[in-house]
């Protein structure tokens, strides 16, 4: 990590005490995912300098954007967030934003599936309902003040982030409708039409630009990589997608992405640039 913290030494002394508080945070969580994430932000600085990011009021809003800067929002940016932009961040560094040919497909059968909607509906409902549970458990305050340190209930609190990464997710695959109207299908042709309560999520406008719909999966995905409850949720998307495509998206993460950053962790590389 002391490798990590040199590298970033251009960040402000906040930017740089979060960073390295996301960092043991992974340390905890996940070990193996740990050592990948600081091997890619070794290799992101090292090959792209101008990779750097602030903590700022912005209205809750967390982006990174192309110039190489993530902003995140000082007061409600949990490690979840920051874990999603870096997904943004690794998958522009690591292949500029490539969509893979065959995802418009893959997301072309799911929509013709009729259990689909139906699938995804059930699962917002049911995180709609844990995440009610951990909310009740956890108290408004520490969600508001987001301070982790005073947390005791930590792997609630990731929950809890992890439970909007997913609904995000779901989302993504309609387009912005689970958040901006909520899910609708027609369940048989007697019946009216199921209508989903509205879920977290970017919303229709955002999703006018198609190639958004990967590059949020991805993203998220990062984000649920780096909770240390993936294997625990990972079947609520499987239940929604099939576990076809969600290892498809694991896949594009783990080898389009992590493996194909440049791996350059020679110590004399990173002295040269912390000076
Ligand atoms: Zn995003």
Redesign the pocket.
């Known amino acids: 990590m002391e490798e990590v913290l040199q590298l970033y030494k251009d960040l402000g002394d906040e930017e740089l005490n979060y960073l390295k508080g996301a960092l043991l945070y992974l340390k905890n969580v996940n070990i193996n995912e740990y050592k990948a994430i600081c091997e890619t932000l070794i290799s992101i600085k090292l090959s792209h300098p101008e990779f750097i990011f602030y903590l700022d009021d912005i209205g809750g809003k967390a982006?990174?954007i192309q110039t190489g800067e993530m902003f995140l929002d000082k007061n409600i940016s949990s490690y979840s967030v920051f874990f999603?932009?870096l997904g943004?961040a690794m998958h522009y560094f690591g292949n500029g934003y490539t969509i893979p040919n065959e995802f418009n497909s893959r997301i072309t059968s799911l929509e013709s599936d009729s259990k689909t909607s139906e699938r995804c509906l059930s699962i917002i409902q049911a995180l709609k309902k844990r995440k009610k549970e951990l909310e009740k458990e956890l108290g408004k305050i520490i969600l508001e003040k987001q301070d982790l340190e005073n947390i005791t209930q930590i792997s609630e609190f990731i929950e809890i982030q992890l439970i909007t990464n997913l609904e995000d997710i779901i989302d993504a695959f309609y387009k912005g409708e689970s958040h901006s109207r909520g899910i609708r299908y027609e369940k048989d042709m007697f019946t009216n039409v199921e209508k989903g309560p509205k879920s977290e999520g970017?919303g229709i406008d955002y999703y006018s630009n198609n190639a958004n719909v990967f590059?949020?999966m991805i993203?998220?995905i990062t984000s649920l990589k780096c909770s240390g409850l993936y294997e625990r949720y990972i079947p609520y998307l499987e239940y929604c997608f099939g576990e076809e495509f969600v290892e498809f998206l694991e896949n594009y993460y783990k080898i389009i992405i992590l493996d194909n950053l440049p791996k350059k962790t020679n110590i004399e590389n990173i002295n040269k640039l912390a000076i």
């Open positions: 982006k990174f999603h932009e943004h970017h590059l949020e993203a998220n």
